[in-house]
């Protein structure tokens, strides 16, 4: 298996909701990262997890938090969002962190309404 | 800081034909990884090639190819017999080795290949 897996693939909230994102994947990588992609723009890193602990957060917003449960699977639990933050969430993995390689999954598209 | 510069926001080729798009990157590293990604409509990140720095090489993917300065810190990505397939976003990627290396992006490129 050489893909990360991420859903749902489109997801539509009220700016009230909980909502959850998730992404797996069964390579035996060990850094997983959360990028947030607006339209016509690069990525931004979010979160990056090394051995399932949480390495870098970029100065995220609360209303956006990450989760490891286990080595294949990374969550990004959101509430209370705004429209600004919809977007494309890309999920990715990589062997460890700054080790070459990183795969990407296909995004959750979120509209926050 | 790390950055990545893509100065080429817009570029169109000819079906067949061959296009170089540019990117260069600052860093003061000197173990590092530089990638470039393609990001189509369908929106996946897909990674068509990657050079290691240490490596004098120019890295080569079937009909995807690049010109690695390391002095002048410039990567720039070949395409050479363009298909309609190759339309899409491409982003220049940097990463450091080690603990603080995560992907760097540049603005991206958005290419256009032509019938």
């Known amino acids: 298996d050489t893909e990360v897996t991420q859903t749902p693939k489109h997801l539509v909230m009220g700016m009230t909701n909980k909502k959850s994102l998730k992404c797996e994947q069964h390579m035996g990588h060990r850094a997983m990262y959360w990028y947030k992609q607006k339209a016509k723009k690069p990525p931004e890193l979010m979160f990056v997890?090394?051995?399932?602990?949480?390495?870098i957060n970029e100065s995220v917003p609360s209303r956006f938090s990450p989760e490891c449960p286990n080595s294949s699977l990374l969550n990004l639990h959101l509430h209370a969002l705004q429209p600004e933050d919809s977007a494309l969430y890309l999920c990715a993995s990589s062997l460890a962190i700054g080790f070459s390689g990183y795969t990407f999954g296909s995004g959750t598209r979120l509209t926050v309404v | 800081a790390q950055t990545v510069t893509q100065s080429q926001p817009e570029m169109s080729v000819q079906e067949a034909e061959t296009v170089t798009l540019s990117c260069t990157y600052d860093?003061?590293?000197?173990?590092?990884?530089l990638f470039w990604y393609k990001q189509p409509p369908s929106r996946q990140m897909i990674l068509v090639i990657r050079?290691?720095?240490?490596?004098?090489q120019n890295a080569t993917e079937n009909r995807f190819s690049v010109n690695f300065q390391k002095a002048a810190k410039s990567f720039s990505l070949k395409i050479s017999d363009s298909q309609l397939g190759d339309t899409a976003m491409y982003f220049c990627a940097f990463s450091t080795a080690g603990s603080q290396g995560n992907l760097i992006f540049g603005k991206g490129t958005k290419l256009s290949v032509k019938p």
């Open positions: 050079q290691e720095a240490y490596k004098q």
């Open positions: 860093t003061s590293e000197s173990n590092y990884y």
């Open positions: 997890y090394s051995y399932e602990k949480l390495s």
